[in-house]
């Protein structure tokens, strides 16, 4: 059974990352620039651990066979988009979790508005001539 899954991993096209694409993605990351505006925008310094990973993996590579980065490029695919799956939906942004945090069953879901509320949008408000 393993000889058929790894068949079938060698078949499929398999982008091997580059050393110098990452090494100017790590680059780009701490330019200072985009540095300064996700500064503005989020009062905080961007967090450039995937890019740093990204890196990493890549020098991890060197020396490898084909087969070898082919597996590893694979293998860390798969996990990349595993972890993804495993992320909260983007479907939950239009609820509210009540209760618990946690994945047990006693927490409430409660969606938050089914309509715009009565005074939206906001009347104009005249201002008072001056005599």
Known sequence: MEKT?????????VQIPSLWTALDNLQ????VIPQIK?????????????????VSFAFSLKG??????RRMVLERSESK???KIKQRSSST???????????SS????????????????PKPSIPEAAT
């Not at 490898?64 to 980065?69: H, L, V």
């Not at 942004?93 to 994945?103: D, L, P, Q, Y």
Request: net charge negative.
């Open 64 to 69: 490898k066979t084909e087969e070898e980065k």
């Open 81 to 83: 988009f595993d972890n």
């Open 93 to 103: 942004v239009w609820t509210v979790c009540i209760g618990s945090s946690s994945a």
């Open 106 to 121: 006693n927490h409430i879901d409660k969606q938050l508005r089914t309509e715009p509320p009565a005074d939206f949008p």
């Open 38 to 54: 996700h500064f503005y925008r989020y009062g905080t310094l961007r967090n450039c651990a995937g890019a740093r990973e990204e």
């Open 28 to 31: 780009l990351c701490y330019t």
């Open 5 to 13: 899954s790894e068949h079938e991993h060698a078949s499929v096209d």
